[in-house]
C-alpha cells in the first residue's frame, strides 16, 4: 500500500458526460501529479500540483482540468468524455516539488460508452 | 525532450532464474533519476528501484538491481530468483532535475512471464 488513495476505482459513464476523480496524497507530500495509462498512447503525465499551485502540464486535453485543495487532495474532471478518454487514471504524489520518488496511488478505470 | 526505450514487448523467465530487462533512456540533461515501476495484472503500479544520473553504485533493492551503465545511457533491471508473483508489466521510467517539472518519462514496458 502506497498511502495515495484514489476514488472511485471504477467508473463507467457515457459520451459527453463529466467525472471527477478524487485523490488523496500520501501524509506529509505536497506534490501531487496526474498520469493517464491507455493502451494506444502509454503512460502519459498530465499534470502536477504543489502546494495547492499548478507547477506543470503535459498532455493534457482542454476539455480536462484539475486542483489540489488546501488539505492537499486533488481532483481531476474530466468533461464532454469521448470514447477514446477510456484509460486508468494514477495519481502519484511526491514530499516535494523536487522529489525524484513518485508514490502511486490504485488508480481510477474510466470506462466511456 | 527526455525519451525511454524499452525494446523487450515481453520476456519469459523459468522460476528461481534471473532475468534481465532492457531499458535504455536519451536526454541532454546531466541530472536525472531513473526508475522502475512493476504493474501486476491488478493495475497498481509499484515502485521497484531508483538510480541517481550521478550516483556512483548501482542501486539495489532485495532482489531487484539497476544495472546502469552511464556512457551507453542503459538502465537495465536484473532480478534475481525470481518468482511467480514477478509476473507483471515492468516499466522503465526517467525524470529530469532541474526547472520546476519532475514528471515520470515512461517506457512501453515489457510483459514478464515467470514459468513454474
Known amino acids: 500500500d502506497s498511502g495515495v488513495t484514489q476514488t472511485p476505482k471504477h467508473l463507467i459513464t457515457a459520451t459527453g458526460q463529466r467525472v471527477t476523480l478524487r485523490c488523496s496524497p500520501r501524509s506529509g507530500d505536497l506534490s501531487v501529479y496526474w498520469y493517464q495509462q491507455s493502451l494506444d498512447q502509454g503512460l502519459q503525465f498530465l499534470i502536477q500540483?504543489?502546494?495547492?499551485?499548478?507547477?506543470a502540464k503535459g498532455n493534457i486535453l482542454e476539455r480536462f482540468s484539475a486542483q489540489q485543495f488546501p488539505d492537499l487532495h486533488s481532483e481531476l474532471n474530466l468533461s464532454s468524455l469521448e470514447l477514446g478518454d477510456s484509460a486508468l487514471y494514477f495519481c502519484?504524489?511526491?514530499?516535494?516539488?523536487?522529489?525524484?520518488?513518485?508514490?502511486f496511488g490504485p488508480g481510477t478505470r474510466l470506462t466511456v460508452t | 525532450a527526455q525519451k525511454i526505450t524499452q525494446t523487450q514487448p515481453g520476456m519469459f523467465v523459468q522460476e528461481k532464474e534471473a532475468v534481465t530487462l532492457d531499458c535504455t533512456y536519451d536526454?541532454?540533461?546531466?541530472?536525472?533519476?531513473l526508475f522502475w515501476y512493476k504493474q501486476p495484472s491488478s493495475g497498481e503500479m509499484i515502485f521497484l528501484i531508483y538510480q541517481g544520473s550521478y550516483d556512483q553504485q548501482n542501486a539495489t533493492e532485495g532482489r531487484y538491481s539497476l544495472n546502469f551503465q552511464k556512457a551507453r545511457k542503459s538502465a537495465n533491471l536484473v532480478i534475481s530468483a525470481s518468482q511467480l508473483g514477478d509476473s507483471a508489466m515492468y516499466f522503465c521510467?526517467?525524470?529530469?532535475?532541474?526547472?520546476?517539472?519532475?514528471?515520470?518519462?515512461f517506457g512501453k514496458g515489457t510483459l514478464l512471464t515467470v514459468n513454474p
Open positions: 521510467a526517467m525524470s529530469l532535475s532541474g526547472g520546476s517539472n519532475y514528471k515520470l518519462t
Open positions: 536526454t541532454s540533461d546531466p541530472s536525472y533519476g
Open positions: 500540483y504543489y502546494n495547492g499551485e499548478e507547477r
Open positions: 502519484a504524489s511526491s514530499v516535494g516539488f523536487s522529489s525524484y520518488e513518485q508514490y
